[in-house]
Structure formats: C-alpha cells, structure tokens
C-alpha cells in the first residue's frame, strides 16, 4: 500500500504565505504525476496544481502567480507554496499521486488533506 501524508497547513492572514508538503511512502516502483487539489465547504474539490515526473507544471487560472509547485523524486515529495494568500483560498488541500505499483500497474492514491485557513 502507498500512504501520502500533508503537512504545512494552518491559519494564515491574508497576503501571507504558506508551504504545503506531501510525503508519499510504502510499496512503490514509481510515482508518476502527483498534484493538489482542494475543497471549500459546500464546494466540490477542485485541481490546484499538479506536476510530472520530470517537472512539467499545470495550474488552475484562479493560483497561477500566486502559488508554486515542486518536486523532489529522490524523496518522493512535493511541495506547494502559496504567497498572497486570500479568503477564497481557504479549504482543505489534498495531496495525490499516480503510482506504478512493483506489478507494474498504476493506482491513483490521495492523502487525507490539510486545513487551509486564510482570515481577511
């Protein structure tokens, strides 16, 4: 089994900054795409970010300028920097990852997300 554990959420100010993590562990060949997404309340959950194995970037219109994403394959994280920051950010994040499994077999896995909260 693969496990994805956020962290780096919490409560913010708006204009401030924050830096999202997302670990991925366990029974793995390789870790293809991995991405964010979010939920507001009473929202459905949206595409933040995701990135490629090799790096290639894709962002939601609403973040771009505003938040970044990497990558570090050698310890199977990503990371999401969120400067300026505004209310409407405020929502649980979500990290997930595109497996290939050691049977070579690929699985969508998501973390149990962390609570973003940005005051006005």
């Known amino acids: 089994q693969v496990q994805l554990v956020e962290s780096g959420g919490g409560s913010v100010q708006a204009g401030g900054s924050l830096r999202l993590s997302c670990a991925a562990s366990?029974?793995?060949?390789?870790?293809?795409?991995m991405g964010w997404y979010r939920q507001a309340p009473g929202k459905q959950r949206e595409l933040v970010a995701t990135?490629?194995?090799?790096?290639?970037?894709n962002y939601a219109d609403s973040i771009k300028g505003r938040f970044f994403i990497s990558r570090d394959n050698a310890k199977n994280t990503i990371y999401l920097q969120m400067n300026n920051l505004k209310p409407e950010d405020t929502a649980l994040y979500y990290c997930?990852?595109?497996?290939?499994?050691?049977?070579?077999?690929?699985?969508?896995?998501w973390g149990q997300g962390t609570q973003v909260t940005v005051s006005s």
């Open positions: 997930n990852a595109y497996v290939v499994s050691i049977y070579v077999t690929q699985s969508d896995y």
């Open positions: 366990g029974s793995m060949f390789r870790i293809n795409d």
């Open positions: 990135i490629t194995r090799g790096g290639m970037t």
